[in-house]
């Protein structure tokens, strides 16, 4: 009696993966201040957190960090870290803190966008979770009029605090007691020889004035009257001629009340 006859099972197909590409895109974080102080004050520090927790929402990783103390109303030609930055290969996208960081001038942050959207770069706003600039996407005018409001609103920002500095540096150079070697007010600086002296009294300095134009009449010369503004002073050591000609001039341009 034959056997029955057995089906033989068939082979297990095997599913074939797809290479799928890395969603992670090289990233870097773009910080600016100002000036250092604003960056010693923890301004670096406080873009750095917040560029660093978008990329983290994102899954992103951001490997170089390029710090700049610049103005934001430098044009683009000037800003030679950004420039290199937008120009590496390596980077495709690039996270900031918010818009001032980019620029605070409308003509400047339209000429960055151009740059970045020529280069294919993507810019991430992390304050406000938006992008700056995608690579590939369509310009609207809807987006173009958020953009351009944007940096309007930082050019009156900064215009407004550069305005209420100058206007505080005018008042305060009205009561300012500090003269320079040209005879005009300034705010501070250097103390003159006299005020590192100890000071003069009224008294001391009319005599000292005296003196002076007893030299210019030819009395004496620059030691001698060096050497009398010595014992008037009280000094240690007889001061040297070139620094009697400056207590002049200090006298000249800020004389005694009579």
């Not at 890395?22 to 974080?29: F, L, Q, R, T, V």
């Not at 660093?52 to 710090?67: E, L, Q, W």
Request: charged fraction near 35%.
């Amino acid at each position: 009696m034959a056997g029955k006859a057995t089906k033989k099972a068939a082979p297990k197909q095997t599913k074939v993966r797809k290479p799928t590409q890395k969603s992670k895109k090289a990233c870097a974080a773009y910080i600016r201040t100002s000036t250092k102080t604003n960056k010693d004050r923890g301004g670096k520090a406080r873009a750095l957190n917040a560029t660093s927790a978008a990329a983290r929402g994102s899954k992103d990783v951001i490997g170089p960090i390029v710090h700049d103390v610049v103005s934001g109303a430098v044009a683009f030609e000037k800003r030679a870290k950004l420039k290199k930055l937008l120009e590496e290969d390596g980077v495709q996208r690039i996270y900031v803190e918010g818009l001032r960081d980019i620029a605070r001038d409308l003509f400047v942050g339209e000429h960055i966008y151009d740059v970045a959207q020529r280069m294919g770069k993507d810019i991430f706003l992390s304050g406000s979770g938006k992008f700056f600039s995608r690579a590939g996407e369509e310009e609207t005018p809807q987006k173009k009029f958020e953009r351009r409001m944007g940096f309007l609103t930082e050019e009156y920002e900064r215009d407004c605090i550069k305005h209420r500095l100058q206007s505080g540096t005018k008042e305060k150079l009205k009561t300012s007691k500090f003269v320079s070697q040209s005879g005009e007010k300034k705010l501070a600086g250097r103390k003159t020889i006299l005020d590192d002296l100890g000071g003069a009294s009224p008294t001391t300095r009319k005599e000292m004035l005296k003196l002076s134009k007893q030299r210019e009449k030819g009395h004496f010369g620059w030691r001698a009257l060096a050497k009398k503004f010595q014992a008037l002073l009280k000094l240690d050591s007889t001061p040297a001629h070139e620094t009697a000609r400056r207590m002049v001039q200090e006298l000249a341009l800020k004389p005694p009340r009579k």
